[in-house]
């Protein structure tokens, strides 16, 4: 890769130079577009026939891209109904049942079914950090990591998913999100029967059994499990409400607040008493109820 690229702020001619080829241009997005075609592979899709003009920085998302245009999977696992349409992809899924992880680390005993999982682990130990950014200081042990954070600079989200629009720079997020439409909670309590869709939902969870309260509010005492609620916290002191109605002017400091509030739209009363036909559009008032039928302090 070559040496580092200045891009300077908007002049009076507002042009952006590239310190290694002499190329200029007045738009900002253009030269980082070009320094990224410069130095980093561009997959291209192949389809000569369709004359498709599709191109990203991402292997995966060239590789889904071919999917979505060709739909062929020929290479089959004769142990699931797993099935790919790059062999090289179905003998790393055979690893999965064999349980190998041929690639052995010779300072440690890290090992991996991945060659390439073994280089970047090479590098925790040399600390060589050869991918760098030319638009800012930030450099990685992992060119996945380089063109992931070049999607900050360009606004790319390369990983899609196929069932809503949501899409995201980075493939764990996605597998995340594909845990919401599947249903799918991997991660379970070893306490009790909670389980999550993320490693980190399931890590805040644990917190309410060992009472930890890491984050912690730097205006006030307030202290949580979790960030998020911390963050919804600092709401209280800075007046954001971020959460806007679409059909009048209420906005909320919370996204289940602005829900709440748009059944007063839509007449939606999911809450409903076991007992009698009462129902309502919050849970809150739906416990108070049930008081009347018990005379006790019921949970829901």
């Not at 200029?24 to 320094?35: G, V």
């Not at 003009?53 to 991402?58: A, E, S």
């Not at 309590?189 to 999550?196: A, E, H, L, V």
């Not at 984050?215 to 609620?229: R, T």
Request: proline share 3%.
């Amino acid at each position: 890769m070559d040496g580092p690229v200045s891009i300077d702020e908007p002049s009076k001619t507002q042009l952006y130079y590239c310190h290694n080829c002499g190329f200029n241009t007045n738009k900002k997005t253009i030269l980082i577009r070009h320094l990224i075609h410069r130095n980093l592979k561009t997959q291209m899709c192949k389809d000569t026939h369709k004359n498709c003009n599709y191109k990203t920085l991402f292997y995966t998302s060239s590789t889904n891209h071919k999917r979505k245009t060709t739909g062929k999977k020929q290479f089959k696992c004769n142990m699931c109904n797993y099935c790919s349409n790059v062999k090289a992809n179905l003998k790393v899924h055979i690893l999965t049942h064999t349980g190998e992880k041929p690639f052995k680390c010779h300072i440690c005993n890290y090992t991996s079914k991945y060659k390439a999982n073994l280089q970047v682990h090479i590098r925790t130990h040399t600390g060589e950090k050869p991918f760098k950014c030319n638009l800012c200081n930030f450099c990685s042990n992992q060119m996945f990591s380089l063109k992931r954070h070049i999607c900050k600079h360009t606004g790319e989200k390369p990983f899609q998913c196929n069932t809503c629009d949501y899409c995201t720079t980075n493939m764990e997020n996605l597998k995340n999100h594909m845990h919401k439409h599947t249903g799918d909670k991997p991660f379970k309590c070893n306490i009790c029967d909670y389980s999550g869709i993320t490693k980190a939902v399931l890590k805040s969870h644990m917190r309410k059994h060992t009472g930890d309260k890491p984050f912690k509010c730097n205006i006030c005492n307030y202290c949580s499990a979790s960030m998020g609620n911390v963050k919804t916290h600092m709401r209280k002191h800075t007046g954001e409400k971020p959460f806007k109605c679409s059909i009048c002017n209420y906005s909320g400091i919370t996204k289940s607040v602005l829900k709440t509030h748009m059944r007063k739209h839509t007449g939606e009363k999911p809450f409903k008493c076991n007992i009698c036909d009462y129902s309502s559009s919050q849970s809150g008032c739906l416990k108070t109820h049930l008081r009347k039928h018990t005379g006790e302090n019921l949970s829901v």
